[in-house]
Structures are given as C-alpha cells and as structure tokens.
C-alpha cells in the first residue's frame, strides 16, 4: 500500500498485553495476564433491571444526541461522591465524562503535547497512557517508582531540567505493580509541583477498591490548579460501558471539551443513562463492598502461594487494593525468558517490557489476581513457582513439580 500512514501512527507501539491475552484466550493455560475485573462480580440483574425501567419511562429520550460534556444528573452525582467520600468540591462543571478514563489520557494528549514535549511517566507505568501519549510524539521521562511512592529526587531532576508539560501518576494501587504513593510522598510530590507549571495527571481508576489501610490525600486536593484527575466506571461498575471521567478548572475544561467533541462528539448517551439509572436504584457501596472484599481475599491468597512457591530471592509487591501485584526476579533473568518457560507449562503473565519506555528484557512482571479464582491461583502460583526454581536451577521437590510441566524434557 506504500507508506500511506502518519508518522504519528507508525511510531506507537502496538499492545503487547492485546497479543498476550490471544495467547491467554486457550482455556489450558491459567492466565495472571489479564487487566480485567472479575466477571462474577458484574451486576447484570440490576443492570438489566436498569435498562427496562430506562425503557419504559424514557424511550426515545434514551436514544438522541446530546452534550459533550455528558449527562448532567451523572456529572452531578459523580461530584456528590466526590464530596462524600474525599470531601473534595468538584462542581459538575468541572466535570466532562469520557468514553473510558483511557479517553481522558488521549484528550489530554491531543490538548497539551506538541511533538517532542516533555512528560513525566511512572516507571514502571500504565501501558495505555504510555501507548496514549506516543501518538502524540511524546519524549518521555521516566521516574521510578517504589513501595513509597515516586522517586522524588528524579522527579525533581527531570522538572528542573526540562520543560515538563504533563507528569502522569497513577497514586493509587498503580497499574502495573499495585503500589501506592504514601501520604508523605504525596505532599513531597506536591511541594515539588507548586513550583512548576507542568500539569499533574491524577488517573485513579482503582482509588475505592482499597482492602487494607487508609486513604491517602489525593493530589486534586492537594493542588487543584495543577491537576487534572480521571475517574471511571470500569472497574467499579463495568468496563463495556466504556464510561469515565475528568475532572479540570475551568480553563482546562474549555479546551478538553473542544478536544472531546472533535474526537467523537460525546460519550456514548445511552450508556450514560443506564449506568446513572443503575446508581439511583443501587447501593453502590455495598456493591463495592462485595468487589473488596473478593480482591482483598484474592490478592491473600496469591500472596500466601507466592511465600510458599517461590524461590525466596524474589521480590514481590503487598498491594493494599486494585488488581495487581509486581514480582521482581534477581538481575539477570529476563522476564520474557520466564513468560515463555511459563506458557509451555500452562500459565501465563505479562512480562514487565511494555511497562518501560526504554528498556528491554527487564527483571519483573505483573500478575493480575482480580479475574482468577482462588484455587486455580494456587494452581498457577505453584506450576510458575516451579518454571523459576528449574530456571533459578534450583532443587524442586517431587511435591512441587506442577504435573503439567515436564521439566527433565530440558
Ligand atoms: C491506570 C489505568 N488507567 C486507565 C485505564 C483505562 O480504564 P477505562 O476502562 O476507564 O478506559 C486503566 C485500565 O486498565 C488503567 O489501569
């Protein structure tokens, strides 16, 4: 076809996890891959309950164009939950909803990257805002990030040292390795912050699905004229609805509105209006409730296979909510060496490479409990517990040998 395409296209990686999960799809191997919620947990009665009511009231009302900014009654109640759960005044003004929080991350691209812009992201960091932003020809700076929170001798390096005009941050239970910042790195990140005019992305997906600890301040709090913040329904509710939110000053607003209405005028309406229908007929918190306490027990029982399977030289993430947890290996051993051990035997997770922006063969990992049950995450933790012995050329156990792997084949 020659080459008919942007350079803004060709240049984007394309999503490894997309490919992994084709791979995860073979019903034999148990998947830690995945980024997805629990499916059980989905509340499909009251949804379609939801959705018959919708119909029966409102018919063809449900089924016009309407606002860029979105739903008012959903923009009003997201703010009321801002109030009650953070004691955080967001008016429904400031609010614009999104097809998905992973829009919010293209509308801020597309409003404030020209090519080559500077923008800060975790390292590791979340592979969509990665993906995200590289259309829009950014130059990353990577900053690490640890059980604390974010490197903020890095950080401070890179906003003195060029001009950053985004810095991304997940601060709650991080996608890929379940870390939180601290409330003391928080207010570190913030006074950092106070003297730049680089705007600090909030994207906080996971924030209400805490099984342990305490809520940190967040950084829209914190400092609400540099922050934009994202929300969603995604993992609260359901992902197929596609619906999230931002949240931005006024000024900010004006210009992710024009950017959202050029992208594809507004989000989806019908969907905005079951989800909102969902939520007054509901009690949302019992029902977040029910998802905690599933990923609470479910992250338990990952952690106590992991102490009792893996060789005891490797690192892994206590994550205190969301659906993810961040093994590191001893240096030298490639990941993907272990990803592809992994899946002859049957089990399978997401090598850290795609997480990075300039690093390849990496030591680490992500493993998702959220969407694995907890007798087969038993089962994968003891057969990749004995893929890392063999390859660690440890001693295995005759116990220990998952029945599925045939290790003296090697
Ligand atoms: C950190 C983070 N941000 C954003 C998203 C996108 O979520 P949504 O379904 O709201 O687009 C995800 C999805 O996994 C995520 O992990």
Redesign the pocket.
Known sequence: MGNIFSDRISDVPRSFIRDILKLALDQSIISFAG?MPNRDLFPVKEINAATNKLFAECGKDILQYSTSEGYRDLREWISARYKARKNIDVPPDNILIT???????DLLGKTFVNEGDDVVMEEPG?L??IQAFSVYKTRFHPVPVDEAGIDTARLEQALSGYRIKLFYS?PNF??PSGISYSGENRARVARLMEKTDTMLIE?D??GELRFMGSDKPSFYRLLPHKTVM?G????IVA?SF???WLVAEDEVMEKLAIAKQASDLHTNYFGQRVIFQYLKDNDIDAHIEKIRRAYGSQRDTMVSSIKEHFPGEIKYTRPEGGMFLWITLPEGLPAMEVFRRAIECKVAFVPGDPFYVNKKDVNTLRLNYSSVDEETIRTGIKRLGGVLKQLLGQKIKKSEIPSICNFKKK
């Open positions: 980024g097809s998905g929080s992973q829009q919010g991350l979340y969509g805002a997940a991080q996608n994207d997906p996971y994202l969603s329904f995604s993992k992902p596609r619906i999230g």
